[in-house]
């Protein structure tokens, strides 16, 4: 009896501490759209346009400097892990150099935008709308 318990309870550990290519590739394509909505969500509440780079394996937030440069927000950089790789980025419908910079502006309208990703070779998406919506888009 007590060894078919413990067979019961490591069974339910290994699936949790061992979640599946869907749920990471979820859980990695959720955290990148959080960074996207706080870029977004600077523009808003700071006033000033902000911009985001998926360029290297990194995130990196940016806002505009008074001499029209881009600057990095401190603080505001991440490591993608080595399992997320942006496939494309489009903008207003046009396919551009995932380097480019994605940018929200203050009176929180926006440009169109679909960052196309593979998590554990599985296919996964971002999209964002001109009203400022940001959603993990169905496959």
Same mark, same amino acid.
């Given at each position: 009896?007590?060894?078919?318990?413990?067979?019961?309870?490591?069974?339910?550990?290994?699936?949790?501490?061992?979640?599946?290519?869907?749920?990471?590739?979820?859980?990695?394509?959720?955290?990148?759209?959080?960074?996207?909505?706080?870029?977004?969500?600077?523009?808003?509440?700071?006033?000033?346009?902000?911009?985001?780079?998926?360029?290297?394996?990194?995130? @990196? +937030?940016?806002? %505009? /400097?008074? *001499?029209?440069?881009?600057?990095?927000?401190?603080?505001?950089?991440?490591? !993608? &892990? #080595?399992?997320? @790789? +942006?496939?494309? %980025? /489009?903008? *207003?419908?046009?396919?551009?150099?995932?380097?480019?910079?994605?940018?929200? !502006? &203050? #009176?929180?309208?926006? +440009?169109?935008?679909?960052?196309?990703?593979?998590?554990?070779?599985?296919?996964?998406?971002?999209?964002?709308?001109?009203?400022?919506?940001?959603? +993990?888009?169905?496959?």
């Amino acid at each position: 009896m007590v060894v078919a318990i413990a067979g019961i309870v490591l069974a339910v550990a290994a699936v949790n501490l061992f979640p599946s290519d869907e749920e990471v590739a979820r859980r990695e394509t959720a955290l990148l759209a959080l960074d996207i909505e706080a870029a977004r969500d600077d523009a808003w509440f700071g006033g000033r346009p902000t911009g985001l780079t998926l360029a290297e394996g990194r995130v @990196r +937030v940016l806002r %505009l /400097a008074s *001499d029209r440069s881009w600057s990095p927000v401190p603080g505001r950089e991440r490591r !993608l &892990p #080595d399992a997320l @790789r +942006v496939a494309s %980025l /489009a903008i *207003d419908g046009r396919e551009v150099d995932p380097r480019e910079v994605l940018v929200f !502006l &203050p #009176d929180g309208l926006g +440009v169109p935008f679909r960052v196309a990703l593979t998590v554990r070779g599985l296919p996964k998406a971002i999209e964002g709308d001109a009203a400022g919506a940001v959603r +993990v888009a169905p496959r």
